[in-house]
């Protein structure tokens, strides 16, 4: 079976999660708080060198690493990753988007929002998190301006990987109540078949197992 070690805080693990259950895909889930070092124990480095989260185990015992190769390892052949080889390359433009110009601000800053206390460099750096942060929603309000979701007028990868850290962005700030067609699209996204909400309980919890 499959096994996913994941902070259920995550918006990346959240994306993983929401495709795993919207496949019907069984799986083991191992809960590790990042903010406790419990990526960086010599344990999980030896599954994952890098020390982050999500990380899936295989069946095969092998492990995959990063969202966004194993949204499409999860993904290839349903309805979620598309055949269509515009379709493909517009999705992958859209989940490098959220990785390089909606992730690292949006993320950020509400992960900044949940420690017990920022540092002053942390408190320094988050004006120009949430400046930025707002860049890339209006790159998302323009798009969806006109669209129904992301790629192909058609629920897939590009909407799971903008959809995590997106509707939860309130919690860093965020003021979503600017953005009609985002707060239209997330009620679109809320509504597929199998939607699973970033603090529902998911997969078979176990311990982190050798």
Do not use: C
Not at 149 to 173: K, S, W
């Amino acid at each position: 079976m499959l096994r996913l070690y994941d902070d259920p805080i995550s918006g990346n693990g959240y994306k993983v999660r929401l495709v795993l259950t919207q496949i019907g895909m069984p799986f083991e889930y191992v809960a590790l708080d990042i903010t406790k070092g419990e990526t960086r124990t010599p344990a999980f480095l030896a599954k994952n060198p890098n020390g982050r989260i999500p990380t899936l185990r295989l069946e095969d015992g092998a492990y995959l690493a990063e969202s966004g190769a194993i949204l499409w390892y999860l993904a290839e052949g349903t309805a979620l990753a598309p055949a269509d080889r515009r379709a493909r390359a517009q999705t992958l433009q859209w989940m490098f988007f959220e990785q390089y110009s909606h992730e690292p601000y949006v993320a950020v800053a509400r992960f900044w929002h949940h420690l017990p206390a920022m540092s002053d460099e942390q408190k320094r750096q988050l004006p120009d998190k949430v400046k930025r942060g707002y860049a890339a929603l209006d790159v998302m309000e323009t798009h969806l301006a006109s669209r129904a979701f992301f790629v192909a007028e058609r629920y897939g990868l590009a909407d799971i990987a903008l959809y995590a850290y997106t509707h939860v962005a309130p919690e860093g700030g965020f003021d979503l109540a600017r953005y009609p067609a985002i707060g239209a699209w997330m009620k679109r996204v809320a509504a597929q078949p199998r939607h699973l909400a970033i603090t529902a309980p998911a997969g078979i919890a176990v311990k982190d197992p050798a």
